[in-house]
């Protein structure tokens, strides 16, 4: 079965500095998808960043950054320049190329220190 | 604001009562999810709808149903209400094997 592991269920990061969330998922398939979305306060489920397995380059929107070992069935995100408005849960999805439910990890509760 | 659309915002019922969840899709997306989420079982996927037809079904119980009409609308009815249905209720769309962009969600409460 396929499945999303957020081992860190909260991280808490100081304003302005850089933070890595993880995101471990187990699969079988060779096509496939994976997603970080963020939740904040106001409940909104909002895309971060979106990486297809078939590329080898990390996906990059802004101060966002993936990093994708396929072979290790890693995703980590990181953040850069840490802001107060990225305070929010972040999840971790999945999905096939064929499938396209999302499967998701438990959230992790980023803080942003002032 | 992604463009999609859902309402109502917020649905406080009691138990056994029947509602009815309404969401419209990103203006040219054609699939529509719907996803549970709760404290004690995180996100879940429910249903998809393609264009009208039934797609893929997750972890949806016999008591909930969903259609998608020909307007691409779609609607998640819920029946015999239970204390545990309580939850947020998203719907999603995409283009076929797209990003999917979520509503704000309706936040159910059975009393």
């Known amino acids: 079965a396929q499945t999303v592991t957020q081992s860190q269920p909260e991280m808490s990061v100081q304003e302005a500095e850089t933070v890595t969330l993880s995101c471990t998922y187990d699969?079988?398939?060779?096509?496939?998808?994976l997603f970080w979305y963020k939740q904040p306060p106001s409940r909104q489920m909002i895309l971060v960043i979106r990486q297809e397995a078939y590329k080898q380059q990390n996906a990059t929107e802004n101060r966002f950054s993936v990093n994708f070992q396929k072979a290790a069935k890693s995703f980590s995100l990181k953040i850069s320049d840490s802001q107060l408005g990225d305070a929010a849960m972040y999840f971790c999805?999945?999905?096939?190329?064929?499938?396209?439910?999302?499967?998701w990890g438990a959230g992790t509760k980023l803080i942003i220190k002032p | 604001d992604s463009g999609v659309t859902q309402t109502p915002k917020h649905l406080i019922t009691a138990t056994g009562q029947r509602v009815t969840l309404r969401c419209s899709p990103r203006s040219g997306d054609l699939s529509v999810y719907w996803y549970q989420q709760s404290l004690d079982q995180g996100l879940q996927f429910l249903i998809q709808?393609?264009?009208?037809?039934?797609?893929a079904k997750g972890n949806i119980l016999e008591r909930f149903s969903a259609q998608q009409f020909p307007d691409l609308h779609s609607e998640l009815n819920l029946s015999s209400l239970e204390l545990g249905d309580s939850a947020l209720y998203f719907c999603?769309?995409?283009?076929?094997?797209?990003?999917?962009?979520f509503g704000p969600g309706t936040r159910l409460t059975v009393l």
């Open positions: 999805a999945y999905r096939t190329g064929s499938n396209y439910q999302l499967i």
């Open positions: 699969t079988s398939e060779s096509d496939y998808y």
């Open positions: 999603a769309s995409s283009t076929p094997a797209d990003t999917q962009y």
């Open positions: 709808y393609y264009n009208g037809e039934e797609r």
